[in-house]
């Protein structure tokens, strides 16, 4: 049996039926990551010693007959922006090469409680800023598919790491799409929760507004396993809050009306991501699923409005980083050119771009004129999606508007690897779950589709996202 390409369910049952111990599912997997990591680079830490003394905790539990926890026994790899106490935690960044973390992220802490083995930390753009998975400190990550491809980013090593079944599941974060792009790419399922749904206590912050944790799996039931597992309210996180009940838990997909956003098929979509969508389309209407054409007709300014909001509250998170209370320092003769020799040699191009934008943005005379403006534009969208969701239930996208593209390939043209986000940074706008599913192949390239649902409904986007499995 190859225990690495199991599921939680089915790893669950094999264990409480004893044919594999935990110790074995741990190392099935720190031997994937042994193999294939030199090559793909999608951990920057293994956690080895650890995980084997965990998955011995799971079976004496087991042989003791004790109730097996939700996640019991499933390896996870984590971002490395995301804290896990007395582990490094660099966010990809060499300012923060020597940071060992105080104290456990809360949706670390929640894992831990159910039983969840933690395999190591996972390689990122630098500071979760990028689309490709190029722009880490610790080198690239590459497609597992293809290694002359990117996985996509800024959770490159999360998803990679389950694609090449380096991990079962796994933990990103999304700013503008940052665990859906991954997913798209390297043909997993990665999910973006509802802002708020998940605390952010403890996560590296990118741009608070708009940051979501949010789960990478094999199949859409193991991406929902790992949701329930780490939602909910948390008095460390003020934005956090508790799932509203509703009377009527059951969502039939078969009841569910699906838009269809016309903005999303046409100018600047590459053709090959139009046939699959369509042929995803093609299926729904099939098994009889209600589909209409709508609008977002601000949806195009996605990018310009998040280009502004994100790197202004960017260069406010990053301020920390000055080499005086933690990470690292080069002195200086003076206090302020401590900052500038800090900052200066171990910040990456592509952050320093981001925080002298985001501080332009803010800077007097210049913030009615951007900060001001995209915050209004953020409105907009956020309006069209609720005028489009008292017609339809969900909304169906491609999740990329392109392929999985070369290594290196966008490197030098910032503004087309912007582009990465066009379709699904308008859901960090609004705050609204989303999930990526696998749709097809172009080669050897995957290729993902995106369900988006309004605010609190990630049961709907789940089941769609569930049915439209089956169906592929």
């Known amino acids: 049996m190859d225990i690495s390409s199991l599921t939680i369910k089915k790893i669950r049952k094999s264990l409480i039926d004893k044919k594999f111990s935990c110790k074995e599912v741990v190392e099935s997997y720190l031997d994937n990551i042994q193999k294939l990591n030199k090559e793909i680079n999608a951990f920057i830490t293994v956690l080895d010693k650890q995980a084997i003394k965990q998955a011995k905790e799971i079976d004496k539990l087991i042989s003791q007959g004790e109730t097996l926890p939700a996640l019991g026994g499933v390896p996870i790899a984590i971002k490395d922006n995301m804290l896990v106490e007395g582990e490094r935690c660099t966010a990809g960044s060499k300012i923060l090469d020597n940071y060992i973390a105080p104290y456990n992220a809360t949706v670390i802490k929640k894992i831990k409680e159910q039983g969840g083995i933690i395999l190591g ?28 491809y990117v996985p996509g980013g800024s959770s490159s090593g999360s998803a990679a790491a389950v694609s090449a079944q380096m991990s079962m599941v796994a933990l990103g974060s999304d700013t503008a799409g940052s665990v859906r792009c991954p997913s798209s790419f390297c043909g997993v399922v990665g999910m973006k ?10 996560l590296i912050a990118l741009a608070s507004s708009l940051d979501q944790i949010g789960p990478i799996a094999k199949n859409v039931e193991d991406a929902e396993v790992l949701f329930n597992v780490i939602k909910g309210k948390d008095f460390m996180d003020a934005t956090s809050y508790e799932q509203p009940q509703k009377a009527d838990k059951k969502v039939d997909i078969k009841n569910l009306k699906i838009g269809v956003v016309k903005e999303c098929l046409g100018h600047g979509i590459q053709k090959e991501i139009v046939d699959i969508t369509k042929e995803a389309i ?128 966008r490197l030098k043209d910032p503004l087309s690897m912007y582009m990465a986000d066009l379709l699904t940074v308008p859901a960090n706008l609004a705050g609204l779950p ?27 986007i789940f089941k769609a996202a569930k049915f439209f499995e089956d169906l592929c």
């Open 121 to 148: 930390k996972t390689n990122l753009d630098e500071f979760a800023m990028g689309a490709s998975g190029e722009y880490s400190a610790y080198g690239p990550t590459k497609n597992p598919h293809n290694l002359e």
């Open 193 to 202: 929760p509802t802002y708020g749904a998940v605390s952010r206590y403890g």
């Open 282 to 409: 093609n299926k729904l209407e099939k098994q009889g699923i209600r589909i209409e054409t709508v609008s977002l007709p601000h949806l195009e300014y996605g990018v310009a409005c998040y280009y502004i909001i994100m790197p202004a509250e960017a260069s406010s998170n990053l301020a920390r980083y000055d080499g005086v209370k933690f990470g690292m320092r080069r002195e200086a003769d003076n206090l302020l050119n401590n900052y500038f020799e800090t900052r200066g040699e171990f910040f990456g191009p592509e952050v320093k771009r981001r925080i002298m934008i985001g501080t332009y943005c803010l800077s007097s005379g210049y913030y009615d004129s951007y900060y001001l403006k995209a915050q209004k534009m953020q409105n907009k969208i956020k309006q069209d999606f609720e005028k489009v969701f008292e017609k339809v239930d969900l909304l169906l996208t491609p999740t990329s508007p392109f392929l999985p593209f070369k290594l290196e390939e």
């Open 434 to 460: 989303a999930i990526s599913v696998p749709a097809g192949r172009v080669g050897d390239l995957p290729v993902g589709i995106q369900f988006m649902a309004p605010q609190y409904e990630e049961e709907r």
